[in-house]
């Protein structure tokens, strides 16, 4: 069965450092991937997605992330976080032309301190 | 745009009682999901709805747990009865090709 696994659970950053969160999956086919963020009090929204092409994607607020079809990964990042990053980040997959369903991962907190 | 709507917020049972959550999606959005999101894990598929046709009910406990979505836009999701470890959010989100929108949940807690 597919799988999307990610590797921190909490991470405490100060703001101005840079943020990467690791996202392994796995699926030996094709998948779409993406990464959602829940921040506090709100509901889950969409940071950006990969479906094809270009494997380096831009988001909003300033994330981006890379897929590595070799390794299995779609690693989150952002150059200098702020103090209202501080939100919960899953990481999802979906298998094109299934169910359209997503598999999430276990999510990461992300604490940002001023 | 008005966003993916879910009632109650927030729902407090004992165990084997029954309770029911209700969504209404993105007007247009055929598709629709509930999934299940345990504290400390990511959101997992109940039912995926296209229409009001089942398409994923696999991981749906379906001794305990139903949903129907009458007429193709609103959907209601039913536990009778609850179990302790279905203290969840029950999360609606309804979908457009390549993106799915969420509601803000239903927080359940069965003492």
């Known amino acids: 069965a597919q799988s999307v696994s990610q590797h921190n659970h909490h991470v405490i950053l100060s703001e101005a450092a840079s943020l990467e969160l690791g996202c392994n999956y796995s699926?030996?086919?094709?998948?779409?991937l993406f990464w959602y963020v829940q921040y506090p009090g709100q509901h889950l929204q969409l940071l950006l997605k990969?479906?094809?092409?270009?494997?380096l994607v831009k988001g909003i607020k300033g994330f981006e992330a890379e897929f590595i079809k070799s390794k299995f990964s779609f690693n989150l990042r952002k150059p200098s976080v702020q103090w209202s990053d501080t939100a919960e980040y899953f990481c999802a997959v979906n298998i094109p032309g299934n169910t359209g369903k997503l598999i999430f991962g276990q999510g990461t907190t992300l604490q940002v301190k001023p | 745009e008005a966003g993916v709507a879910q009632s109650p917020r927030y729902k407090i049972i004992e165990k084997r009682q029954s309770v029911a959550f209700w969504c209404n999606p993105i007007s247009g959005h055929a598709t629709l999901y509930w999934y299940q999101q345990i504290l400390g894990q990511g959101p997992k598929l109940l039912i995926q709805?296209?229409?009001?046709?089942?398409?994923?009910d696999s991981q749906l406990p379906k001794d305990r747990f139903s949903a129907e979505r009458l007429k193709g836009v609103d959907s209601t999701l039913k536990i009778q009865p609850a179990k302790l470890e279905d203290s969840a959010v029950y999360l609606c989100?309804?979908?457009?090709?390549?993106?799915?929108?969420f509601g803000p949940g239903t927080r359940l807690t069965v003492l």
């Open positions: 990969y479906f094809s092409g270009d494997p």
């Open positions: 989100a309804s979908s457009i090709p390549g993106e799915q929108f």
């Open positions: 699926y030996g086919g094709t998948v779409n």
């Open positions: 709805f296209q229409n009001n046709g089942v398409v994923d």
